[in-house]
């Protein structure tokens, strides 16, 4: 069974930090490319950042300079450190898993992170 279980959210005044974890079970963590989606209220869900395997990363421009995705491959673990944080940000984090070969594609529940001007 694959579980994807986040933590690490939470509420935090604006120019604040939080580091968002993700633990992963059920996979073969190192194969999978591994990413933070955020949605917000009304809005659709988009991706937040995303780290591949080997440690690639990719970031959308809205957070660019403020977080930062790695993963510990011996843990089964994801983070995304974000800092400077904005009003904006406010949304559910969710992480997310994928493997291409296997065409597999998991989701956590998610995590609220609320930022409050």
């Known amino acids: 069974q694959v579980q994807l279980v986040e933590s690490g959210g939470g509420l935090v005044q604006a120019g604040g930090s939080l580091r968002l974890s993700c633990v992963a079970s059920?996979?073969?963590?190192?194969?999978?490319?591994m990413g933070w989606y955020r949605q917000a209220p009304g809005k659709q869900r988009e991706l937040v950042a995303s780290?591949?395997?080997?440690?690639?990363?990719n970031y959308a421009d809205f957070v660019k300079g403020r977080f930062t995705i790695s993963r510990d491959n011996v843990k089964n673990t994801v983070y995304l450190q974000m800092n400077s944080l904005k009003p904006e940000d406010t949304a559910v984090y969710y992480c997310?898993?994928?493997?291409?070969?296997?065409?597999?594609?998991?989701w956590g529940k998610g995590t609220l992170v609320t930022v409050s001007s």
């Open positions: 997310n898993a994928k493997n291409a070969y296997y065409a597999s594609n998991y």
């Open positions: 059920g996979i073969i963590f190192s194969s999978n490319v």
């Open positions: 780290i591949t395997s080997g440690g690639i990363t």
